[in-house]
């Protein structure tokens, strides 16, 4: 296992002027137009968000530790897995890399100034507050207790829940969705620096440009959605209510339009942060760069077109759901795509094992987990035998807790020091990854056997057979939520007490890393010309790589 | 508000700041295609599922107030590109004019679809407890209904209900006729659900326009548009034949379908 010389002087300094330090006082924070600020700013709510969520996760795998579960009703179990979703996906997985490091980083990597519309980029925070407060105030009043998904005519009518003010909190919320997505593709096509062609993109901006493909046709669809539920419920209309003559099948198939790609949005931007973090501490150019680009865009739209695998139990037509599963399956293919080229960007690279890295190479570890699991439910037999089992939550937390927040957390470090200007302790974050990594499997991989073994989702109660898995998973999630804590002290720590990271620490190649540690208000001294590709540490004396890893993309069958 | 022609810290020329503002307006009328697209699926599903009773809907609507409305709205289209074009020759003067007439015409518009509104309430057409969809038959003079025009309603009425009651029978209801009368109801209710849903939603769309328009007038009025800055007179333009447009394919799903049975 070798270790980085971090390319850090003793005698760097932070700069003298930076975003940070041009100007002071809580008006110049919540009334500006810098994008990096505004990601600092999302940066305190997401956190704010995973920690109610994670509170709520706590809850529910305390309850879970015996059969019968002790700790709270089967009603307010059913408000702890609702609000868990709720708060997780809409308020933390869907912004959490696209509006924090996204919202940082996307305009360096291009070499802008800011982004297209920097108003519209702060008026989305402000909307997520808004849509955030909303769904707060459902949490607070009486809870949720419809599963995350809504489905009709149970939000519509029957539940006694707080679903209106939620409903209403998600559809404002989705605004803030879709006006980062139209920002950040109006960005990536007006906004790039002299020389920044399309494939000179950095593949995280590529994996944003399909998310914001996702954003911005997917989230009109449950926002109208989800008004029709609200309205249905306020003034009993009948659009889902098979008692005025309307179709609750219809609202889970407008449902799923979006939230299935919604798990895109969730998987696309951590997929862009590992194909950052595999070539920089592979010391080698990415394999496939085309692929991996075009692999994002493919998993964008053949994503649109899956979304009835989540319905082949409501009584479909056995031909659509033939198509459907198909479609699921030919979606593995880009995803696979990705992962073959980021193994084949490790064979024969110079590896270092800082901590971004040990996030990637345990994203891709994980992901693939998440991804095959994800096959056998596309098929239409076993489904029958896995459907709303634990099997299906722990596929889908192996994508989002394995994949996307494995992503989020070795983007935050790999990108920390560009942040805050500062380097977070390198050994203790190590650790931190890999309590993560042991504390995850702990928790979710007994849920894949719980799941085929036949425990259903989203009951509070199982019988006394299921105990010892139950009482692994819940071991596993103490574990897992001493890793997250543990980032959040010393990341903090760091801020202030961290050793000077310099401009390019690690040192990586994007257009981010030429500029100020943290950068100025204007990210760049003068207009970037890129001049390079995109990975290419062979043309880059200035990064001061020595020794032996091949710089060039080694073929999969070399000389071996 | 900035002067004239400003270059925004972010961007490097005016061309560009162009371009982005340009491209910025075309996706957000992408995300609002998928916004009326999720209606216009629920419209469209439910109406081959109901087509008697989603018939007998449009046929309550009143087809010369809708039809009026569509010249309105086209008209207003016009004075609308009208603007822009006076903006993109420099015609400043004719600016503001055709700005005016574009927000005379689409405040008519809403102010024909509130009568409409108001009508569907005095006839009992609001979907909730008090909705009635024989109300007009029962009480043709409340709804200024006679001779022919009344005749055809209770027919239709009377078929739908009749189809309705097949449809009970088939699946073993002990009191077709009463369930069928129920159903004929509902269903026709979910219509004026969607009426309501669609058409208001296009008038919120209307409202917002409205402001945009006010807001443009008064910059206008000060001679800012030219042939050199001009992107907001386009932007907003682009929004207005958009919502123009929406309005396009309400009019034949919900006021024409039928027609030709009346």
């Known amino acids: ?560 | 508000m900035h002067r004239t022609g400003e270059l925004f810290g972010q961007f490097q020329t005016l061309e560009q700041q162009k371009e982005t503002a340009s491209l910025g307006m075309w996706v957000f009328l992408v995300t609002e295609i998928l916004f009326f697209g999720g209606l216009f699926l629920t419209y469209s599903i439910n109406r081959h599922a109901y087509p008697t009773a989603f018939g007998i809907g449009g046929n309550m609507l009143d087809l010369n107030l809708g039809f009026g409305n569509t010249v309105v709205l086209i008209a207003s289209s016009f004075t609308m590109a009208m603007s822009v074009w006076s903006a993109q020759t420099s015609h400043k003067k004719l600016v503001p004019l055709f700005l005016i007439l574009t927000l005379a015409l689409g405040s008519v518009f809403l102010g024909i679809k509130v009568i409409e509104y108001k009508q569907k309430f005095d006839h009992h057409l609001i979907p909730g407890h008090s909705f009635d969809i024989t109300y007009c038959s029962k009480n043709p003079s409340a709804c200024n209904l006679s001779g022919k025009d009344l005749d055809d309603e209770k027919k239709e009425i009377q078929e739908g209900i009749e189809a309705e009651a097949d449809e009970a029978k088939k699946q073993g209801a002990a009191n077709p006729e009463e369930v069928g009368a129920a159903a004929l109801n509902a269903h026709a209710q979910l219509y004026f659900s969607l009426y309501f849903g669609m058409t208001g939603l296009h008038a919120l769309h209307m409202i917002v326009g409205a402001g945009l328009l006010l807001w443009l007038i008064l910059e206008a009025r000060k001679g800012r548009f030219d042939a050199n800055y001009n992107t907001p007179v386009d932007n907003v333009g682009l929004y207005w034949h958009f919502v123009d447009i929406v309005w396009i394919f309400l009019f034949p799903l919900l006021y024409l379908i039928n027609r030709h049975l009346a």
């Not at chain 1, 019968?68 to 009603?75: A, F, I, W």
């Open chain 1, 1 to 560: 296992m070798s270790t980085t010389q971090l390319h850090v002087p003793e005698s760097e300094k932070m700069p003298r002027e930076h975003y940070l330090n041009a100007t002071y006082g809580i008006r110049s924070w919540l009334l500006t137009t810098d994008h990096k600020r505004i990601a600092i700013l999302y940066l305190i709510s997401v956190t704010f968000f995973f920690f109610v969520g994670g509170l709520f996760a706590s809850l529910i795998r305390i309850h879970l530790l015996t059969p019968g579960g002790y700790l709270v009703t089967p009603e307010t179990y059913n408000k702890l897995f609702t609000m868990h979703g709720v708060a997780m996906i809409f308020f933390f997985l869907i912004p959490s890399i696209p509006a924090v490091l996204g919202n940082f980083v996307i305009p360096i990597m291009i070499g802008a100034k800011d982004l297209a519309f920097p108003k519209i980029n702060l008026l989305s925070w402000y909307i997520y507050l808004v849509g955030g407060a909303f769904v707060l105030y459902s949490f607070a009043t009486g809870g949720l207790d419809t599963g995350w998904t809504f489905y009709t005519p149970l939000s519509s009518i029957y539940s006694n829940s707080a679903v209106t003010p939620a409903v209403i909190g998600i559809f404002i919320n989705g605004f803030s969705s879709i006006l980062t997505g139209l920002n950040f593709i109006v960005t990536v096509h007006t906004m790039r620096a002299p020389g920044m062609t399309w494939m000179r993109l950095p593949l995280f901006v590529w994996a944003h440009y399909a998310t914001s493909i996702i954003f911005v046709l997917g989230t009109p669809v449950i926002a109208i959605t989800l008004l029709l539920a609200g309205l249905e419920r306020m003034f009993h209309l009948g659009f889902f209510n098979p008692a005025y003559g309307g179709d609750p099948i219809l609202f889970q198939h407008l449902f799923w339009f979006y939230s299935h790609p919604a798990v895109y949005i969730m998987i696309l931007p951590a997929m862009g942060v590992i194909s950052e973090i595999i070539p920089t501490f592979a010391r080698k150019p990415i394999f496939g760069y085309d692929f991996i680009a075009a692999s994002s865009i493919g998993i964008a739209v053949i994503g649109f077109i899956v979304w009835a695998h989540h319905m082949f139990l409501t009584g479909q037509s056995t031909y659509s759901a033939v198509a459907f599963s198909f479609l699921t399956f030919l979606v593995a293919v880009p995803s696979a795509v990705k992962v073959f080229n980021w193994t084949s960007t490790l064979y024969k690279g110079s590896i270092a094992f800082d901590t971004p890295m040990l996030y990637g190479l345990g994203f891709i570890g994980l992901f693939t987990i998440g991804g095959l699991t994800g096959l056998f439910l596309a098929c239409l037999g076993l489904d029958i035998h896995l459907h709303d089992t634990y099997f299906v939550v722990a596929h889908f937390h192996y994508i989002m807790v394995g994949g996307a927040i494995m992503g989020y957390l070795g983007g935050i470090h790999f990108w920390w020091p560009k942040i805050t200007g500062r380097l977070y302790p390198e050994y203790l974050a190590r650790i931190a990854a890999i309590v993560l990594f042991v504390g995850f499997n702990l928790t979710f991989f007994p849920q894949f056997v719980l799941g085929y073994l036949g425990m259903p989702r989203r009951y509070h109660d199982y019988p006394p057979e299921f105990q010892v898995l139950n009482v692994m998973s819940t071991a596993g999630a103490s574990i897992l939520a001493l890793g997250y804590l543990l980032p959040m002290v010393y990341l903090t720590w760091s801020m202030r007490y961290g050793k000077v990271a310099g401009k390019n620490p690690w040192p990586a190649t994007g257009v981010e890393w030429t500029t100020d540690s943290p950068p100025l208000t204007e990210n760049f001294h003068e207009t970037p010309v890129v001049d390079w590709e995109t990975y290419d540490f062979e043309h880059r004396p200035e990064l001061g790589l020595s020794g032996t890893a091949p710089r060039k993309p080694v073929p999969a069958h070399g000389d071996d």
